[in-house]
Nanobody, 125 residues
Framework: VQLVESGGGSVQAGGSLTLSCVISGFTFDAYAVGWFRQASGKEREGIACIERSYGSSQKYYDDSVKGRFTISADHSKNSVYLQMNSLKPEDTAVYYC?????????????????WGQGTQVTVSS
């Protein structure tokens, strides 16, 4: 299983970015994919999750991004996205996607077996 993130960059506060995570070697029947971020000197934190099981899907957002970020999946493209609006300087971090087999919302670092390499997001004030 390989995950490749893209879409990071530098934006001013209030701007938007969309991160993409292309997942290969993975079955999208029952899964969970999470987006995490790690700011300099801080621990990696989970901010959003999308899961699918038994034909239905659920999403979760951390309070820090709720209402500003949207997670979505396109199974035809083996991809999961994170649309980020109204970005703030405190959103500056390396963003990672992670995937795990089996449904159920989960947002802990230890919940995921497969990780991407990360993409830098920098928000200036």
């Amino acid at each position: 299983v390989q995950l490749v993130e893209s879409g990071g960059g530098s934006v001013q506060a209030g701007g938007s970015l969309t991160l993409s995570c292309v997942i290969s070697g993975f079955t999208f029947d029952a899964y969970a994919v999470g987006w995490f971020r790690q700011a300099s000197g801080k621990e990696r934190e989970g901010i959003a999750c999308i899961e699918r099981s038994y034909g239905s899907s659920q999403k979760y957002y951390d309070d820090s991004v709720k209402g500003r970020f949207t997670i979505s999946a396109d199974h035809s493209k083996n991809s999961v996205y994170l649309q980020m609006n109204s970005l703030k300087p405190e959103d500056t971090a390396v963003y990672y996607c992670a995937a795990d087999v089996g449904g159920g919302l989960r947002i802990g670092v230890l919940d995921y077996d497969y990780w991407g390499q990360g993409t830098q997001v920098t928000v200036s004030s």
